[in-house]
T-cell receptor, first 111, second 115 residues
């Protein structure tokens, strides 16, 4: 099945820093993208979404940027906190309704 | 309930046995997904149900895997003749409409261990 089977890259930051997590998506037909946060032992949790008619969307301490030209998505977390430590996944909707996840990134925040 | 509920939370089974994993989606959600997550890895799509449409089974890894959704609500993922490589966390998610429109909410998952 469609999957990401690679070992997860890790981003280590200090508390208070801004974090940027990147994701390359695969299908130029995708028109809806979501970032999920997954803490150890839990299911993924929605963070923020963006549609393909936008290139930027802001939430509380988070911003998602979409570059359709190079099929790139990024998640920016402002003033990163230890509670932000988790694995972050981007997801896209190629074709129709299916939600396909990209390679996750482990974020480690040091106090 | 308030969220997606999966049961059991943990399941240990012997190689060759069949297992059934259950997912109770959020009430009113028409879309339901099953994913598999191996240790330290990403989410592998398995199957997607949307309303009364034929399910998208394109992610099921073999014919030992099947899933059904009764009455447009509860779903059961069945793995027959389990193998050790089936060991993973199986995650279920539901959304109000299709993936292109609304966010999917995930359950806590069922951790399957095949010994």
């Amino acid at each position: 099945g469609e999957s990401v089977g690679l070992h997860l890259p890790t981003l280590s930051v200090q508390e208070g820093d801004n974090s940027i997590i990147n994701c390359a998506y695969s299908n130029s037909a995708s028109d809806y993208f979501i970032w999920y946060k997954q803490e150890s032992g839990k299911g993924p949790q929605f963070i923020i979404d963006i549609r393909s008619n936008m290139d930027k969307r802001q939430g509380q301490r988070v911003t998602v940027l979409l570059n359709k030209t190079v099929k790139h998505l990024s998640l920016q977390i402002a003033a990163t906190q230890p509670g932000d430590s988790a694995v972050y996944f981007c997801a896209e909707t190629p074709g129709f309704q299916k939600l396909v996840f990209g390679t996750g990134t482990r974020l480690l925040v040091s106090p | 309930g308030a969220g997606v509920s999966q049961s059991p939370s943990n399941k240990v089974t012997e190689k060759g046995k069949d297992v059934e994993l259950r997912c109770d989606p959020i009430s009113g959600h028409t879309a339901l997904y099953w994913y598999r997550q191996s240790l330290g890895q990403g989410l592998e799509f398995l199957i997607y149900f949307q309303g009364n449409s034929a399910p998208d089974k394109s992610g099921l890894p073999s014919d030992r895997f099947s899933a059904e959704r009764t009455g447009g609500s509860v779903s059961t993922l069945t793995i027959q003749r389990t193998q050790q490589e089936d060991s993973a966390v199986y995650l279920c998610a539901s959304s109000l409409a299709g993936a292109r429109n609304t966010e999917a909410f995930f359950g806590q998952g069922t951790r399957l261990t095949v010994v």
